[in-house]
């Protein structure tokens, strides 16, 4: 039964992760698997390593349960209103797209913070380390598959995708936020 929860777990972590890599594939310049892979990368470990990260401070999640799900809701917030900011007030250039490090940090963290505080639950499983390598294989392979499934949609008027990029990062940081 626990490898059954392992998996569900597992593909409930990685849905923000594959959800914002749409997002962001929407409206990316670059149509290769490159940016939507170094996204996986950067999801996928930190799903693993905030997972890790819980299921070692179990006993002091408390502190930080109440603020992770506002931190990356306020974060995706600031994202899709940055994206349909830029999709309605810059015609000329395109809208930005996190591409430095820094911002796939940010974005990795913002995330991975659900699966901080899904790692205090591994605590009860028997094989949690096995479990935490799960969560980030299947976070990278969502994450993938939601960039490159955005490059489906590259032929629809590009503002139309930056809004539908924005809004959708918007409603993720609404659900997170709430």
């Given at each position: ?21 749409f997002a962001i594939g929407i409206s990316h310049p670059d149509k290769s698997h490159r940016p939507g892979l170094k996204l ?112 489906r949609f590259r032929k629809f008027p590009e503002r139309y995708l930056e809004l ?15």
């Amino acid at each position: 039964m626990q490898l059954v929860d392992s998996i569900l777990l597992s593909f409930a972590l990685g849905v923000d992760a594959a959800i914002v890599a749409f997002a962001i594939g929407i409206s990316h310049p670059d149509k290769s698997h490159r940016p939507g892979l170094k996204l996986a990368l950067w999801f996928g470990a930190f799903q693993s390593l905030m997972s890790a990260c819980g299921w070692l401070i179990a006993d002091k999640i408390e502190i930080i349960r109440p603020w992770a799900q506002k931190g990356s809701g306020a974060v995706f917030i600031i994202l899709g209103l940055k994206l349909i900011w830029d999709a309605w007030h810059d015609t000329d250039a395109p809208a930005s797209v996190p591409e430095t490090h820094h911002a796939h940090l940010v974005l990795a963290v913002a995330t991975s913070l659900d699966a901080l505080a899904a790692g205090v639950g591994l605590v009860s499983f028997e094989a949690a380390i096995w479990v935490i390598v799960l969560i980030g294989l299947v976070a990278f392979l969502m994450t993938l598959i939601g960039a490159l499934a955005s490059h489906r949609f590259r032929k629809f008027p590009e503002r139309y995708l930056e809004l539908l990029g924005g809004a959708i990062l918007f409603f993720l940081g609404v659900k997170n936020f709430v």
